[in-house]
């Protein structure tokens, strides 16, 4: 998609954006903002995908269907067995609903950066540096996730229906966390997602690697953690952070203890780890962007 | 622009050495090229193990569950699950399940012409690299999964010699469908041109029906046999290991490789027919 993913931005920028205060006439002298201009990128890219129609289609359904297979794989071990690790279905889709729309929202927002390394292989990546914009705002603009929107929205219901069914009372605080808990893990999946990805600079064939925290830690966190064991639970709960994104918030929801003895108030500390995540994302990019070399292809 | 006929149907392989020599060429040539991607074979392993930890607590939790209740998750028991999971992981690697647009991006970018004025039919001139390609898989993508899960749970191994010779024809079959079923939802660039959601198509169907994500036996039996017989997918990934881990008798795993190689030679098939409709209406785009 590199030829499509180019959209050239013909008009001349400002040397700097327009202030916040500048009056609408003031604007249209300068039709070019920065907003715009990200505006005109992004609209390049919804009209291109939007062209090849039968595929766009297939892309939209398939993504939707994608998570549907992980749903599809929750519901297919809870045939063979009525609870797994002291979790019954409804409990363990709560905590899958969780993950899930957080996987989602991240994926929609930056989920394109996972693209990083071919934009370093193929050089486009220099030409993204030589404009007056901001690096990480324009890769995510130059490949719009527009087919993931689907599935933020079969997200958001799924973990409705998983709230209904799993009987969580409808307190202030429960509906509060029910709102915190998803935007939370959409940041701190978001950092992981800049982060590993910002293994390319340095690591120009680092294929899938990226995928083992981003779309591992989703899995990781779509499951109640009593399943795992030992130093693997240890050390992607506590040590990365994936226990506060899904598991514990579910447990105040579900208003009960946790099995393996977490305090009770780990469930409210996501967005601290978000902002502590996104904080060290985005030094990690920062260092990334100061140490790219070109391939010079 | 030009119209492009068909110059590969001429028959140009004359004799078994020539035919050998090809094979080896070209398959060497596909073992060549991806030994050097030497970096992406280790981030692919490294994510291939994580993704086996991740699946073997999953499956563990459900052998556990259902040992708690005195009975067995399909007919695997704990040991099995774990065999299960990583050779999974490191066949994904050796079938290569996901991630290979060559054709697809030589159709887009017009390239495609060269293949055909080879003297090789393009069905055989990309399947022979693919196997080589195969090979080097599996002694680097499939033998690591293998060790680390190996390492860190108690796996189980073939207790019947036959299982392995058996084994081998297995994956070797399953890299055929896997290469098969990659050439045709390529191949629709050729009518498509943009081919994502085709891709994005297969590998949902590859990883779900094929039992990546869990074994096609879970399911109700009308619907595993459904999707035994009348899909390719479980010849994927399903069959090889249910060889493996012994889920049959022998007279149960020879049934499966007939089923399998019936999906390889259906699916080679449709592949030649494919190639030969799409040259007849192959405009090349572009200067």
């Known amino acids: 998609m590199a030829e499509a993913a ?185 950092a992981v997602f800049v982060a590993t990805a910002t293994v390319a600079f340095w690591w120009v064939e680092s294929g899938e690697l990226s995928a083992a925290l981003t779309y591992g830690g989703r899995d990781f966190t779509a499951y109640p953690m009593t399943i795992y064991g030992g130093w693997f639970r240890h050390l992607l709960a506590f040590g990365l952070g994936f226990g506060l994104v899904a598991y514990y918030p579910a447990l105040i929801l579900l208003d009960r203890p946790d099995p393996i003895g977490g305090p009770w108030w780990l469930g409210w500390c996501g967005p601290v780890l978000a902002l502590a995540a996104a904080g060290v994302a985005t030094l990690v990019w920062r260092t990334g962007v100061r140490h790219y070399r070109s391939t010079g292809s | 622009m030009g119209f492009i006929t068909a110059t590969a149907d001429r028959l140009t392989i004359r004799n078994f050495t020539e035919t050998a020599r090809l094979i080896r060429t070209l398959g060497a040539a596909g073992f060549r090229r991806f030994s050097t991607y030497r970096q992406a074979t280790v981030a692919a392993t490294v994510t291939n193990s994580m993704f086996g930890f991740l699946r073997t607590y999953v499956m563990l939790a459900v052998a556990g569950s259902a040992a708690a209740l005195g009975t067995q998750a399909a007919g695997y028991d704990a040991p099995r699950l774990v065999t299960y999971v990583w050779a999974g992981q490191g066949l994904i690697g050796v079938v290569l399940l996901w991630g290979w647009t060559d054709l697809a991006d030589r159709i887009r970018s017009g390239d495609v012409v060269t293949d055909l004025l080879r003297p090789v039919h393009p069905v055989l001139g990309y399947l022979l690299p693919d196997l080589g390609r195969a090979a080097y898989a599996l002694l680097t993508r499939f033998t690591v999964p293998i060790a680390v899960g190996a390492l860190a749970f108690d796996m189980y191994w073939p207790q019947r010699a036959a299982t392995y010779p058996m084994f081998a024809v297995s994956v070797v079959l399953a890299t055929l469908v896997c290469f098969a079923g990659r050439f045709l939802v390529n191949a629709a660039a050729y009518w498509l041109l943009d081919s994502r959601g085709v891709l994005v198509a297969w590998a949902v169907c590859s990883g779900v029906l094929g039992g990546l994500y869990f074994p096609i036996r879970f399911l109700p039996e009308w619907a595993a046999t459904a999707l035994y017989l009348g899909t390719p997918f479980p010849s994927l990934l399903q069959v090889p290991l249910d060889v493996l881990v012994e889920r049959d008798a022998a007279a149960g795993q020879l049934g499966l490789l007939a089923l399998q190689a019936c999906w390889a030679a259906v699916l080679l098939a449709a592949c030649v027919a494919v190639q030969r409709r799409a040259e007849r209406r192959l405009v090349v785009q572009g200067g």
């Open chain 1, 6 to 190: 180019a959209p050239a931005v013909d008009e001349p920028h400002p040397s700097r954006p327009p202030d916040e205060t500048d009056l609408p006439a003031a604007a249209a002298e300068a039709p070019a903002s920065t907003f715009a201009i990200y505006r005109a990128l992004a609209r390049a890219q919804v009209r291109a995908q939007a062209s090849y129609r039968v595929s766009f289609a297939l892309d939209l359904v398939s993504n939707v269907v994608f998570l549907g297979a992980d749903l599809l794989t929750v519901l297919v071990v809870f045939q063979q067995v009525p609870v797994l690790a002291g979790f019954s279905l409804a409990e363990a889709l709560l905590v899958f609903g969780l993950s899930s729309l957080a996987f989602s929202l991240a994926d929609l927002a930056v989920g394109n950066i996972e693209r990083m390394k071919h934009y370093v292989r193929t050089g486009l990546l220099d030409a993204v540096l030589i404009r007056p914009l901001g690096v990480l705002s324009q890769l995510v603009v130059l490949d719009i996730g527009l087919r993931r929107l689907g599935r933020v929205a079969t997200g958001v219901a799924m973990l409705a229906f998983a709230a209904n069914r799993a009987g969580v009372q409808a307190t202030p605080a429960n509906l509060l966390l029910l709102v915190i808990a998803p935007l939370a893990g959409a940041v701190f999946f978001g």
